[in-house]
T-cell receptor, first 112, second 114 residues
């Protein structure tokens, strides 16, 4: 089974750049890496998705090395409203049912 | 317009009861999911349906039975509720399964079994 590993929590201050890394050693060849954000009492919300190298949108950047065994979500200039749990999602290599496994999540706290 | 809507938002019930949670998506997606989030905030997939066909069935007690009358609806029926079933249940939909293109989640149903 593919497993993802993320830091349990991170602290930052407003205006800083935050990088959250997820390890996924058994990622499937055709699978993408997706990051979600979850606020309390809400469902997860899509942030960004990528396959390799770098992807950037208006919210974040995603860096994926050539071996694709990890990925780093980069949030530029965070604000208090970025305080949330961030999940890394990948497919499950070697499993025909393609179980979609969320990481344990990283609880980001942005301080003033 | 809510993309993925679940009802009810809160559900408090006694052990042994049978309850259902309904989910509807108006995005035209082919794939729908049920996830369970426990008190420790771990999100675990329970089921996935693609065009009304079950494609992912995690190790879930058979007291849990998903039903998809059409591809816009995926309901979750739970028989003989137990204390350990207390959690937040999220419904989601997406257009692909492999690679899991952007999934849209409902607001969740907080189930409390007493």
């Amino acid at each position: 089974l593919a497993k993802t590993t993320q830091p349990i929590s991170m602290d930052s201050y407003e205006g800083q750049e935050v990088n959250i890394t997820c390890s996924h050693n058994n990622i499937a060849t055709n699978d993408y890496i997706t990051w979600y954000q979850q606020f309390p009492s809400q469902g997860p919300r899509f942030i960004i998705q990528g396959y390799k190298t770098k992807v950037t949108n208006e919210v974040a950047s995603l860096f994926i090395p050539a071996d694709r065994k990890s990925s780093t979500l980069s949030l530029p200039r965070v604000s208090l409203s970025d305080t949330a749990v961030y999940y890394c999602l990948v497919g499950d290599k070697g499993d025909s049912s393609y179980k979609l496994i969320f990481g344990s999540g990283t609880r980001l706290l942005v301080r003033p | 317009d809510t993309a993925v809507s679940q009802t009810p938002k809160y559900l408090v019930t006694q052990m042994g009861n049978d309850k259902s949670i309904k989910c509807e998506q108006n995005l035209g997606h082919d794939t729908m999911y049920w996830y369970k989030q426990d008190s420790k905030k771990f999100l675990k997939i329970m089921f996935s349906y693609n065009n009304k066909e079950l494609i992912i069935n995690e190790t879930v007690p058979n007291r849990f039975s998903p039903k998809s009358p059409d591809k816009a609806h995926l309901n979750l029926h739970i028989n003989s509720l137990e204390l350990g079933d207390s959690a937040v249940y999220f419904c989601a939909s997406s257009q692909e399964v492999r690679g899991h293109t952007e999934a849209f989640f409902g607001q969740g149903t907080r189930l409390t079994v007493v």
